[in-house]
Nanobody, 115 residues
Framework: QVQLVESGGGLVQPGGSLRLSCAAP????????MAWHRQAPGKQREFIAT???????NYTDSVRVRFTISRDNAKNTTFLQMDKLNPEDTAVYYC?????????WGQGTRVTVSS
């Protein structure tokens, strides 16, 4: 199936930063919004942030100050800048893209925050 491709995950110490990237295949057109979700071990998938093609953003309260979502419309790519990471941020992070008629998911990139 057509999927988004996430990258940028890894191991980071508490207080550190990571930048995640998500690239949509060029065959996907008309992306209206892109979003990030995460799933921590033993928990359900959680919405993190979204950005529309016009640049309107929205965040869940737990990451609002620390995370920043951005988008390069010309490259069908979104980014998630994560600062001041906590062990509680440890999760698999998934990218989501929405068009007028369907949506697409990536396979996830793992983020581990550990001292």
């Amino acid at each position: 199936q057509v999927q988004l491709v996430e990258s940028g995950g890894g191991l980071v110490q508490p207080g550190g930063s990571l930048r995640l990237s998500c690239a949509a295949p060029g065959s996907i057109g008309g992306i209206h919004a892109m979003a990030w979700h995460r799933q921590a071990p033993g928990k359900q998938r959680e919405f993190i942030a979204t950005i529309t093609s016009g640049g309107i953003t929205n965040y869940t309260d737990s990451v609002r100050v620390r995370f920043t979502i951005s988008r390069d419309n010309a490259k069908n790519t979104t980014f998630l800048q994560m600062d001041k990471l906590n062990p509680e941020d440890t999760a698999v992070y998934y990218c989501h893209a929405l068009t007028r008629i369907t949506s697409y998911w990536g396979q996830g990139t793992r983020v581990t925050v550990s001292s």
